[in-house]
């Protein structure tokens, strides 16, 4: 799709869809704040109503569950600000995802959604958008280790989620338990690692001025 | 130490120091139990007192603030639920040790710990018990690391937290967020890919039947 044809098309969601795509961002707005400040519990169609200005009944008619709603809300989110790099190589692409989902997990909001994925209650609606929300961000992301095993970096049989789990995994680990600030420096380590294994000599080698 | 020994001082811990390492042990069950079920928020030394049947005033003498008695809970109950593996050579000593923390956050009290630990309120004395009880956690857990750098198993200028940080968020990873069950064969795949890289040919190859 050329510039210009995304141009028409957002002009058109303007007008006459303009009202409808708005009305649809108000609520995933409100849903995700009402998310992030209650976590789990709390959360309910009427409040997502009263937030965003928004008809229950039409919030209903529209995401039927709370649990779509919930889901379109953070995947909307998610795919906004985390989109997949595509850099022409599997470390730069490793790298420059590493850091946006940094950045998304040092601003508020990304912080706020993170620890109510976090939280204990088990409100089985935001047990079932949890799984559905990690199984679309693998979907979506697995192209990543798609098109390494295209140009040869990776072997055929790869498993692509283990990859995106093994980088994944360490950036919420510090931001949400070890409470540990995501160096630049850092970030290049761990994916020199996970690409040459602890056993390559060097691969996590300490940096010299931090010895 | 030998068994004889060992049950020589669980004798003598029983009397005359018998009441002393009795308090304490109840002391501790009751901090955990309070951090567990009240998270951060609501855990005072009155509440511990309450639980314990140990006068507040005795808790405060003994460890002072309730940052000590909170670190000294969760550091207590670590080292006796996750030993640190001794093997003979490292892979084994990664699989035993994911294994040991899997096992753990699958504890009621284990998963309720780590989700008090992953929890947003931001006490300044959670805070700091939580950092001390990370560093304490890679400094006992080091050991692996470097045994096996003695064995030749890894470069001598390995990081040997960047190695212990890569294992370990994946489990918690699992356990606190996507929710999804930690299998034998995933805990070994995993140790592999770390060990020798995602650009090792095969190294987080699928298992036939899943593919």
């Known amino acids: ?52 200005g928004v008809h229950a009944t039409s919030i209903q008619r529209r995401w039927g ?35 946006l989902i940094t950045a998304y997990l040092n601003t508020p909001l990304g912080a706020a959604l993170a620890h109510a994925m976090a939280a204990v209650e088990e409100d089985p609606q935001l047990t079932e958008s949890r799984a559905q929300f990690w199984q679309t961000r693998y979907d979506v992301t697995r192209v990543i280790v798609e098109r390494a095993i295209g140009r040869h970096e990776l072997a055929a049989d790869t498993d692509h989620q283990m990859a995106l ?13 070890i409470r540990q600030p995501i160096e630049e420096d850092w970030i ?7 690409l040459h294994g602890l056993t390559a000599p060097g691969s996590t080698r300490t940096r010299p001025d931090s010895r």
Do not use: W
Request: proline share 4%.
């Open 188 to 194: 290049e380590r761990m994916v020199d690692t996970l």
């Open 165 to 177: 789990e093994l980088l994944v995994a360490p950036l919420h680990f510090r931001a949400l338990l």
């Open 65 to 99: 569950t709370l649990q779509n709603l919930t889901l379109d809300a953070l995947l909307t989110y998610s795919q906004e600000q985390l989109p997949v790099p595509d850099t022409g190589n599997l470390r730069d692409d490793m790298v420059a995802l590493a850091r």
């Open 1 to 52: 799709m050329s510039k210009n044809e995304m141009s028409d098309q957002a002009e058109a969601s303007r007008r006459p869809g303009g009202r409808s795509a708005r009305v649809r961002a108000d609520v995933l707005r409100s849903t995700l704040e009402a998310l992030a400040e209650n976590s789990a519990s709390g959360l309910t169609v009427s409040e997502i109503a009263r937030r965003s």
